[in-house]
């Protein structure tokens, strides 16, 4: 077997780390709409999650990291930022 010298193997490692996703949580509340409303989120033109509002308009969804936006039922469309780890948020659907 062919032995890796040490810098190799670090800059395998740096490299597998580098591909793997950094996921936030997303969190807050939205206003203007009632509790079960489900409110889509995209990246560009596709969808990649929804959100469903709960009682007192919070909600709690897993994105990787990126900029999404978010459509309200009136039609209001909302930029959000996904960062890692948890943010808390607030969406003005009215």
Do not use: R
């Not at 740096?14 to 995209?42: E, H, I, N, R, Y």
């Not at 900029?67 to 003005?92: D, E, F, H, Q, R």
């Amino acid at each position: 077997m062919k032995k890796l010298s040490k810098s190799s193997m670090v800059i395998a490692l740096l490299c597998a780390a580098g591909v793997q996703a950094q996921v936030g949580v997303l969190q807050g509340t939205v206003t203007g709409v009632k509790a079960g409303t489900v409110l889509p989120v995209f990246k560009g033109e596709a969808k990649v999650a929804d959100i469903k509002v709960e009682e007192g308009g919070k909600f709690s969804v897993a994105l990787a990291t990126g900029v999404y936006t978010v459509n309200c039922p009136n039609g209001k469309v909302a930029k959000v930022a996904a960062l890692n780890g948890a943010s808390t948020i607030s969406i003005n659907c009215q």
